[in-house]
């Protein structure tokens, strides 16, 4: 049941959106919208009361408020719905949020996981007394009776593909633009979408761009973002397989009643904790001035703020010993013992508190216990077997589990992707007759450029400081940025060291995009390729490939490979605008690129088993 004070706020601050033809037919009369109403019309050549009419339909669609009798039982629901988690979240973060609330409306911005996470979250911020907030979910969940009892909490669906729409745009434009402006609290995945690899997905801009120019156009300074991460210590087993079979290149199956009392049905094991985070608010309307200021222009402005609010989440969210167990297991072909599994966390535990990074739940990493529950957690979601008829006991991915591994060893694989890229950059210098450390810092600007479609980096100079400083953690010793660095020293941090992660981090990654560009390479020079049928070829070929051993079986993914392929369009090498006349050429340098890449990354894995070996 909620506290008497929030339904008392929720009394005073319930608000329908576009809920009676008079609150629609006023923001319609407005005069900015009647201008955009008038313009569209005319680019269109339809008649404007047929637009107008339009517009009025799809508000209508997307009406939806906070019902107090309706929100005590979506509370009650959302607490059974997680009742196989335990969740956690800082007092002292809600504390400060709270503070917030009183004098700002706050976008929050989450990662998105799970179906669970409209459960867990909106059931935290309530129960913490944050005012009501406007969700905006895909109208995919908008049926009979989840998508009613939704509308009447605060969810308002939204259309996911209205790139042929236009007039639905703007009719969401206007209200997200009236919501701002009304300061109410709105939420959405930035990410446009749960996550297929279990690391955070490349913003979606649109929400965001409508919000900031109602920021802009009101000039108001009491819009805050507020980036939030969400994290499971493992995912509902019946949802993560879901998702692993759509990265396969199966379709996705429409949600209805049918699926939701399934969904339903298979939470009924206990899997762990959810960790809610938050991490440092953006107060929009500084933000964007200050880019602005940079010489940024409107696109920009949003992309950059998208950005940094990614990379914010990222920089809050924990590392959960799953993650740990799984970055652990990934790395051998082979069933390990629970000592060789400590072996490779331990160092990795070692790392994170160099870094100052929280662990989820502030769990102890070395500790063998912590380590042997967590395997058997594991054990008994069937990500991971275990065989105890031998004089040890060993454990190993069970068959046709790597991706759903690879889900949970990719949520915490933004706290190690410059370690890794710091790893190759050494060997570069290591492996170059000569080479100073500009070498190395080509090296890993060249890895940045290639990596950036999937991972969130810092700007060129921070960049260069997080490199600097991982020099400094490998090498366990303070690095002068302006101080020179030989083979010699290269090698001594190489082989001192006893953490590499490269080919824990790295290897699944750029085994995707080796893929995508042998099957570019066999297209030839033909520019007219069809992307799904490219991205069918690529899972085929991965598959042959990951049954020869030849790429982890985590990297046949059609997410990562949907990553490749865009990388390859910026490169120029698939598309329209791509100059024929040396396509296949640069095609087959890409493919170059990227067997020197696996070469280095196989290296450091040789050098790793070496290390341990001693």
Not at 510 to 522: C, P, Q
């Amino acid at each position: 049941m909620l506290p008497d004070r929030l339904l008392r706020l929720l009394r005073l601050k319930s608000l329908t959106v576009a809920q009676s033809v008079d609150e629609t037919d006023a923001l319609l009369s407005t005069d900015e919208m009647l201008r955009a109403t008038v313009q569209l019309a005319s680019h269109l050549g339809r008649d404007v009361a047929d637009v107008r009419a339009e517009i009025t339909d799809y508000m209508r669609e997307m009406t939806a408020t906070h019902v107090p009798s309706v929100v005590r039982a979506w509370q009650a629901w959302s607490a059974w719905m997680v009742r196989g988690f335990q969740i956690v979240i800082d007092d002292d973060e809600l504390s400060t949020l709270r503070e917030l609330d009183r004098e700002n409306a706050l976008i929050f911005l989450i990662s998105h996981r799970s179906y669970l996470d409209q459960f867990s979250f909106p059931l935290r911020l309530a129960q913490g007394g944050i005012s009501p907030t406007f969700g905006l979910a895909g109208a995919n969940l908008n049926f009979f009776p989840l998508g009613t009892l939704a509308r009447r909490n605060g969810f308002i669906p939204l259309r996911r593909s209205t790139g042929d729409i236009p007039v639905y745009r703007l009719a969401l434009r206007a209200l997200v633009g009236q919501m701002v402006a009304s300061g109410h609290n709105l939420a959405w995945s930035i990410e446009g979408g749960r996550t297929r690899s279990g690391k955070l997905r490349p913003p979606r801009y649109g929400l965001l761009r409508y919000v900031t120019d109602a920021v802009e156009s009101s000039g108001s300074q009491q819009i805050v973002a507020v980036p939030v991460s969400i994290l499971f210590d493992q995912l509902p087993l019946h949802e993560v397989k879901l998702m692993t079979a759509e990265s396969r290149g199966l379709p996705k199956k429409p949600e209805n009643i049918r699926w939701l009392l399934s969904y339903a049905r298979g939470l009924r094991y206990r899997l762990g904790r959810i960790y809610i985070d938050f991490g440092p608010p953006v107060p929009l309307h500084d933000r964007m001035a200050a880019l602005r200021a940079e010489g940024l222009s409107g696109r920009q402005v949003v992309e950059r703020v998208a950005l940094e609010i990614c990379h914010r989440i990222n920089q809050t969210t924990p590392v959960t010993a799953t993650a740990a167990v799984c970055v652990a297991v990934l790395g051998e072909d082979r069933a390990l013992t629970l000592g060789e599994v400590c072996a490779t966390v331990a160092p990795l535990a070692g790392y994170l508190r160099a870094r100052g990074w929280p662990v989820a739940g502030g769990a102890d990493l070395t500790d063998r216990a912590t380590v042997s529950q967590t395997l058997h957690d594991l054990v008994g979601s069937g990500v991971l077997t275990c065989y105890s008829g031998g004089p040890k006991t060993v454990w190993g991915i069970g068959n046709d589990q790597h991706l759903i591994a690879g889900v949970y060893r990719n949520s915490a694989i933004h706290v190690l992707v410059m370690r890794a890229i710091a790893e190759l950059a050494l060997l570069t210098v290591v492996r170059t007759p000569g080479a100073t450390k500009r070498m190395g810092w080509e090296k890993a600007l060249a890895v940045r450029e290639l990596l950036k479609f999937d991972f969130f980096f810092a700007a060129r100079a921070e960049f260069a400081d997080e490199l600097w400083d991982e020099f400094a953690i490998i090498s366990g010793r303070s690095h002068d940025p302006s101080a020179p660095l030989d083979a010699e020293d290269a090698a001594r941090s190489l082989h001192e060291t006893d953490l590499l992660v490269a080919h824990l981090v790295l290897r699944p990654f750029v085994d995707a995009y080796r893929v995508a560009a042998e099957e570019l390479v066999n297209l030839g020079p033909r520019r007219d390729i069809d992307e799904r049928e490219l991205l069918t070829r690529c899972l085929r070929l991965g598959r042959q490939w990951a049954l020869q051993r030849r790429i982890t079986e985590e990297s046949v993914s059609g997410e990562m490979f949907a990553t490749a392929v865009k990388m390859a369009r910026h490169r120029g090498l698939i598309g329209p605008d791509a100059e024929a006349g040396d396509i296949a050429d640069r095609r087959a340098a890409l493919a170059a690129e990227l067997d020197e890449l696996q070469r280095s990354i196989g290296e450091l894995a040789r050098m790793r088993r070496d290390l341990e070996a001693e």
